[in-house]
């Protein structure tokens, strides 16, 4: 198969995502001034050369720890900043062939991130990034064994140490009978104590991944067999066993059951979850959407939003419920993330009370529930947005929603176009961000940002698309980093936080607040 090689390809990146920024010479929107990390033209570490042309959304942690991907139009490379700061360096880069891997790290693997609209088409590097500065990285490997034609890996890149191939296509694997992996399963994650936790599928079971972790220790299976597939957000994954049993498995790694009993819904008789997206959060607590299968329920009552916290499994919200906040009922749910407290945000279409579709205009919402009261609407399309000078929501992208364990949201939407001067493909997408209380404008395609760094002349440039990735790119001390890409063809990589960050003092490198040991990671 040819090589999909990083940032080559800018049809493919007009990713529309969130961040928090002040558009210095430009429009102000909500948010603190934030710190320039890369961008096109800066010189590349010593050991690539050359200048860099494409970044991908960086990986950001609680602490100052940095990932990301970069080209420079002849070379993919991944960098590294350290927890306490300084120069970028080189993690891996095209061309090196790591010690037992059979084959050289080619490109970075790109993952469809939003989709169903020509100008929201977008793949980017996935390369997560703990407090310590450990990093895991799906990647495009080359294959000497397979005519010639590339495959896929991923990578273990540990602060300390040298970076590690954990599987690669078409490649046995340790421990698991039945044949080479063929897809690898899912992406991988990085776990707080400098793990990296992901799966991978074998030949005649290509359904089922098998979990897997690798730390100093070595490579090991977490289960003696499969599990039905791995759901991700920041911190972890939910293990789906296909309608049998949800698991959890936590920033440790480990699998925890959740849901048992053969997926029966509480309350309901002879009933069973069918699972469908699964969020875990830092702390181990999970949200999932599920339909509901036999038992004596309504046709238009099956779908809804459960969490598990602390073992407990409590229903949020289900399909022909009042919609907190309108004159429509809840029913058709998109989209799912898990904070690490009692904080979940979903996505939903709405119908009217009748049981009647809505217009397009006035279908999609997104909600922050607490786990306690009705749900809070914090954005419906055909409502006003925001800073968005007359311009009303039009849509929600499902794969660009995030919370963290502040129950900070940040979520992309559309404009609809036409409306307050809003033209579609020009300035009709940003990013909004907030909690309960209310979401403010951070940045819309359109503005103007000034890319010089202290002491240079203003170099402003118009914003074409923004790329994040909301897996790996919003922390728990409320962190974000993003990449800006312009209507010149540039990039810039920023880091900021949403809405005030903590106040610094002595010793608090993380900029949490406070002097803990997320301070002294690594």
């Not at 599928?201 to 290509?206: A, H, K, L």
């Amino acid at each position: 198969m040819p090589i999909p090689h990083a940032l080559s390809d800018l049809s493919v990146r007009r990713v529309l995502a969130s961040s928090v920024i002040l558009l210095a010479g430009g429009i102000a929107h909500g948010g603190t001034p934030p710190t320039l990390l890369l961008r096109s033209g800066d010189a590349a570490p010593a050991n690539i050369g050359g200048t860099v042309t494409g970044i991908s959304s960086p990986g950001v942690s609680v602490s100052r720890a940095v990932s990301s991907g970069i080209s420079t139009g002849v070379d993919d490379a991944l960098l590294r900043r350290s927890p306490f700061g300084g120069a970028f360096e080189t993690v891996l880069r095209s061309g090196t062939t790591l010690p037992g891997s059979q084959g050289e790290f080619l490109a970075f693997r790109f993952e469809l991130l939003v989709s169903n609209e020509p100008t929201l088409r977008a793949s980017d590097t996935f390369a997560p990034i703990n407090a310590r500065g450990d990093i895991s990285l799906y990647a495009v490997v080359s294959n000497p064994d397979n005519f010639g034609n590339s495959v896929l890996g991923t990578y273990w890149a540990p602060r300390e140490g040298d970076p590690q191939q954990v599987w690669r296509q078409l490649s046995p694997f340790p421990g698991i009978e039945g044949g080479p992996p063929t897809n690898g399963g899912m992406l991988p994650a990085m776990t707080d104590d400098g793990a990296y936790v992901g799966t991978v599928q074998v030949s005649n079971n290509f359904e089922s991944p098998f979990p897997i972790r690798v730390d100093d220790e070595g490579l090991r299976l977490l289960t003696g067999g499969s599990v039905g597939s791995i759901a991700y957000n920041r911190h972890g994954k939910g293990v789906v066993n296909d309608g049998i049993a949800l698991l959890g498995m936590n920033s440790a790694g480990d699998l925890t059951p959740l849901v048992v009993a053969q997926g029966s819904v509480p309350g309901v008789p002879d009933a069973r979850f069918r699972f469908n997206e699964t969020s875990i959060a830092g702390d181990g607590s999970v949200a999932f959407l599920a339909n509901i299968q036999g038992g004596d329920v309504p046709s238009g009552e099956r779908r809804g939003v459960w969490s598990v916290r602390d073992g407990v499994l409590s229903e949020l919200v289900r399909s022909g419920d009042e919609a907190s906040g309108t004159d429509a009922a809840f029913s058709l749910f998109r989209s799912v993330s898990a904070g690490s407290e009692d904080g979940v945000v979903f996505g939903v279409r709405l119908r009217a009370i009748s049981g009647d579709p809505l217009d397009d205009e006035m279908s999609e919402a997104l909600y922050f529930s607490d786990g306690v009261s009705a749900p809070t609407l914090l954005a419906r399309a055909g409502s006003q947005a925001p800073g968005a000078a007359g311009g009303v929501f039009g849509r929600f992208p499902a794969e660009a929603l995030a919370i963290n364990a502040r129950d900070q949201v940040a979520f992309l939407a559309v404009l609809a176009d036409g409306v307050g001067g809003v033209e579609a493909g020009v300035n009709d997408a940003g990013l909004w961000a907030g909690g309960r209380d209310g979401i403010d404008l951070l940045v819309r395609t359109g503005d103007t940002v000034d890319v010089a760094r202290q002491g240079e002349s203003p170099d402003p440039r118009t914003v074409a698309s923004i790329i994040f990735n909301p897996i790996q790119s919003l922390a728990d001390n409320d962190r974000l980093g993003y990449t800006l890409e312009f209507t010149d063809g540039t990039f810039a990589a920023f880091e900021t936080f949403i809405g005030t960050p903590p106040t610094a003092c002595a010793g608090d490198f993380d900029r949490a607040g406070d002097v803990d040991l997320g301070d002294f990671a690594g």
